[in-house]
């Protein structure tokens, strides 16, 4: 049953279905922004092509699910910025033939997960929590501005599960919460009275950069939990954390961080046991230069935790968030300060044990990280990571839709000659010379070096790679591409990181999301044998398809074609069956 929101239609058109001419460079994006639409219950979509078997399992994507909705006084409620769209999470479920040649079959459904949070906004026509980058009326009063902060500072604790409004990113089986009350799915329940079959997923988790997660049930999505960090541990009372925690390949253990605010920012790098479910602190950073940022992940070796504190600093300590009520307001840059590579031991318990600094940038998603023998050294490490950096916070101020949609005059100043402010650079950095004696703080800083830089025309965003090289060297980047041809993202890249050269997937009008690596089972150890999988937007025809590659080649091999628009998220997560 495709769910519409009534309150979202004028004469029977969808929100998002426009003149293709009318749209930057006759790419129609709009429809990805604005649908509301949701499919509670199971469609058949139709497939082509020859989809390899070995993705047979669940792919779940989250994101923004609209950002519009009427109100009580038949006005219009419209969140501002993208990272505050009505958080929705969508289900793929890819069925194989009788043979276990191919797919045979992809069923979809997807649900808004914040149906509370929607509903106070159609009640009040405003939202009285912080958002990312909400914005604020200027004629606000003083007074009310006042005790909206206060509200803001006051409104933590209980809440329905349906009253967060949460959807970045997603991860399964989230350990150290199987014995809270309340939080136990439905569908674990059903498969333990023998209703469902068994699965090897047990709870599906949302989080986003606060220190909030939700779950919700693994097949009809439904939010059925909500907690905040504070349930792993109680010094984990910081209001902001990464989106993208990182997991041990080899173990299933949760790393990610807390940050609190106060008279000094203070970071908690923790780790949750996969096998025991129990937190540990592994270190806790404050003071000297070390500031209150938003840093939204992080990176993982085989022995350490790497956070890098990028010039997207917290004003007064994070506390200005109160008055903005959103964190993008908050944010200064500061081009003549340097970023701050904080390196923590993940293996031995000596916390601090590296201080480096670069160039200031600003990095949604450090790809990979792996250590290798150091060029002047080789019984000591170094550490490699690769980062889509950008120049300064322009990216995030581009991300308000207005910016955003195809049709929007003020798309313009971020495509043609103005493209530059708010694009990437993949940059691949050396930490050199890591030791693992604990520091404190103020210890000085060694220099992270740049070893190359890749053109913005080749640089991979919401990036991935094939998930057995976690925590090795590896040579493949995939992502999509913002190389100007619309007022959104254009394709899909493959970047060969020693090479140094790209291939290319893009039909014109057809914007892709977040693409997923599977890898091949029999790709006899060959690190680009496997598939991507991403959700495009026809926009000309106003539907999406979930489109399928072989990452060797970057060529098409099949696809699963819808009646209807996903709406443009942020991240999934590919989980195999069984």
Not at 38 to 55: C, M, N, Q, R, T
Not at 83 to 104: M, Y
């Amino acid at each position: 049953m495709a769910v519409k929101d009534s309150k979202l239609y004028t004469n029977g058109a969808p929100h998002g279905v426009r003149d293709g001419q009318k749209a930057y460079n006759n790419w129609p994006n709009d429809a990805g922004f604005e649908v509301f639409d949701e499919d509670l219950e199971p469609v058949e979509l139709k497939v082509s092509g020859k989809i390899p078997a070995y993705v047979a399992g669940t792919l779940y994507r989250t994101g923004p699910g609209g950002y519009q909705t009427k109100t009580a006084k038949n006005t219009t409620f419209e969140a501002s910025h993208w990272f505050d769209g009505f958080a929705q999470t969508h289900r793929f479920q890819l069925i194989p033939s009788e043979d276990g040649q191919s797919i045979a079959r992809v069923v979809y459904n997807s649900r808004h997960t914040c149906n509370g949070l929607i509903e106070k906004a159609r009640k009040t026509g405003d939202l009285s929590w912080i958002t990312f980058g909400q914005r604020v009326d200027p004629c606000e009063s003083f007074f009310k501005k006042v005790m909206s902060s206060f509200q803001v500072a006051t409104s933590r604790g209980a809440r329905e599960a349906a009253d967060v409004n949460i959807g970045v990113t997603v991860q399964k089986n989230l350990p150290g919460l199987p014995d809270l009350p309340g939080l136990r799915s439905k569908t674990s329940a059903q498969a333990s009275e023998g209703k469902v079959a068994k699965s090897n997923i047990n709870s599906i988790w949302l989080k986003t950069d606060s220190a909030n997660i939700q779950q919700i049930d693994p097949i009809s999505l439904e939010p059925v939990g909500f907690v905040e960090h504070s349930k792993f541990h109680s010094d984990l009372h910081g209001p902001l954390a990464a989106a993208h925690s990182r997991t041990d390949p080899i173990t299933g253990d949760t790393y990610n961080f807390n940050l609190a605010f106060g008279r000094q920012a203070t970071y908690r790098v923790f780790c949750i046991s996969a096998s025991t479910g129990k937190t540990t602190i592994l270190a806790t950073i404050a003071g000297g230069p070390i500031l209150a940022a938003y840093l939204h992940s992080f990176m993982l070796t085989e022995n350490y935790i790497v956070l890098c504190i990028f010039d997207s600093y917290l004003a007064k300590g994070g506390v200005k968030m109160l008055w903005t009520r959103n964190i993008l307001d908050a944010l200064e840059f500061h081009p003549e300060r340097t970023n701050k590579w904080l390196v923590i031991d993940r293996r031995h318990g000596k916390g601090l044990v590296g201080i480096y600094e670069s160039d200031p940038f600003f990095a949604f998603h450090p790809v990979n990280a792996w250590e290798q023998p150091s060029e002047s050294d080789p019984g000591k490490t170094d550490i490699v990571t690769d980062i889509p950096c950008y120049k300064n916070l322009d990216v995030l101020k581009r991300f308000y839709y207005d910016n955003l949609k195809g049709t929007s005059p003020t798309a313009q100043d971020y495509v043609g000659d103005n493209a530059s402010r708010a694009r990437a650079q993949l940059i691949r950095w050396t930490l050199p010379d890591v030791t693992n004696t604990p520091i404190s703080v103020t210890s000085p800083p060694k220099q992270a070096d740049r070893v190359f830089t890749v053109p913005s025309a080749e640089t991979v965003e919401l990036p991935t790679f094939n998930p057995n090289y976690a925590t090795k060297p590896s040579r493949y980047l995939y992502g999509v591409s913002d190389e100007g041809h619309s007022t959104f993202l254009d394709g899909l890249i493959k970047y060969d990181t020693q090479t140094r050269t790209a291939k290319k997937w893009r039909t014109h009008a057809h914007s892709p999301g977040e693409a997923i690596f599977l890898p091949d089972p029999e790709g006899r150890g060959e690190e680009d044998a496997g598939t991507l999988l991403s959700v495009v937007l026809d926009g000309t025809k106003g539907k999406s398809y979930l489109l399928v590659l072989d990452a060797k080649s970057f060529e098409e091999v099949g696809r699963a074609e819808m009646e209807s628009v996903v709406s443009f998220g942020f991240h999934g997560a590919h989980l195999q069956m069984s």
